[in-house]
């Protein structure tokens, strides 16, 4: 049986998809075109996962709203 309390739409699954892409974009562009000290990279990555967890959060939310 699939866990509600880990669940989100399908079109949260598609916002998180998009919001991966997006990460991985800006994160190449750093790498490859940036000459940036290390911080700002771990910077960004604790800055990303950090929105990750908020954008899971509110759509886990809306969805488990639209189940009751």
Do not use: E
Not at 9 to 35: E, K, P, T, W
């Amino acid at each position: 049986m699939v866990n509600p309390k880990q669940q989100v739409s399908g079109r949260g699954i598609r916002v998180l998809g998009a919001f991966v892409l997006v990460y991985l974009l800006i994160g190449s562009y750093m790498y490859f075109y940036m000459d940036l000290p290390t911080v700002a990279y771990a910077g960004y990555g604790v800055l990303s996962w950090l929105v990750g967890m908020w954008l899971f959060y509110r759509l886990h939310k809306s969805y488990m709203a639209d189940l009751g």
